[in-house]
């Protein structure tokens, strides 16, 4: 039977260059599958490595055995390891994850990518902002973190939009190398802008300070009943959120007292 009439016969060039087209896509996509792997593999041990130098640093330097019962911070092996030590923080009873040393750069990007021992890591260190003093005295004091996805670091302030979970855990604590127990009571949780009115530090009246804390009371995501006035000193810990970068959570508390507990 002999060929039709204008049937067009297949085009072998049309045919080769859809599989090089398919080949080029093929190898495209190994490569972004390598690379995302690496990246994860990187990050990772990034997570793994800063988990185990922050636990090292604990078993280093925090006693909570000693005579009398108690938590005690060496704050001699800790300006050893780091001399921009300024104290420490801890959450108790929850979220007990939250036990960190505080460290204070030159500037706010330091200890954005460095942990307390000065390595690069995506973990960072907990710090206190560059603008204020080290011994917690201005009126409001800002510590930042991370909020990491394997939970450390800061990760555990996003518990505090639970209410519930506030009524149970209301109290954090910051250690100086002054031998002092900073308790501070948590009376605000929101979330604001990265630009908010509530990374002032400075106000020049009480007046503006006053204007400050009703704004911190009023953007709370719930009234914790906690009263707060221009002769109290607050401290605000910052960090991002899950669902947006320039957005952050904050958690704001108000110093309720002074312990000298010593040291060593």
């Known amino acids: 039977m002999g060929k ?52 090292k640093i ?42 960190y040393p505080l460290v204070q750069g030159e500037d706010n990007d330091k200890y ?10 995506t ?5 206190v902002a560059a603008e204020n003093r080290a011994n917690l005295s201005d009126k409001n004091t800002i510590i930042y973190g991370h909020r990491m996805n394997d939970r450390s670091m800061f990760y555990h302030l996003e518990d505090y939009k639970d209410q519930e979970f506030y009524k149970q855990n209301p109290y954090f604590y910051i250690y100086t190398p002054d031998g002092v127990e900073h308790t501070y009571r948590i009376y605000s949780i929101s979330v604001v802008d990265e ?39 607050i401290v605000t810990l910052s960090t991002c959120t899950s669902a947006d970068d320039s957005q952050r959570n904050v958690v704001r508390g108000v110093l309720e007292k002074e312990t000298n507990i010593g040291g060593n």
Not at 112 to 121: D, M
Not at 123 to 127: D, K, P, Q, Y
């Open 195 to 233: 630009f908010s009115d509530t990374y002032i530090t400075e106000f020049a009246s009480k007046e503006k300070f006053q204007q400050f804390l009703s704004m911190t009371k009023e953007t709370s995501l719930y009234d914790t009943g906690v009263e707060v006035d221009t002769k109290d000193k």
């Open 4 to 55: 039709e009439k204008g049937r067009k016969q297949p085009h072998r060039g049309r045919r080769k260059k859809g599989g090089v087209i398919s080949g080029i896509i093929l190898v495209i996509a190994l490569i972004v599958f390598c690379v995302s792997g690496f990246n994860l593999l990187k990050y990772g041990k990034g997570y793994l490595a800063g988990r185990s130098e922050y636990r």
């Open 123 to 127: 973990l960072g260190a907990i710090f």
């Open 58 to 99: 604990r078993e280093l330097a925090v006693d909570g055995e000693k005579p009398g019962g108690g938590f005690v911070v060496n704050f001699d092996e800790l300006l050893d390891v780091n001399p921009d030590t300024v104290g420490w923080i801890r959450f108790y009873p929850e979220p007990a994850a939250i036990n």
């Open 112 to 121: 954005l990518h460095k942990t307390f021992s000065e390595g690069e890591n």
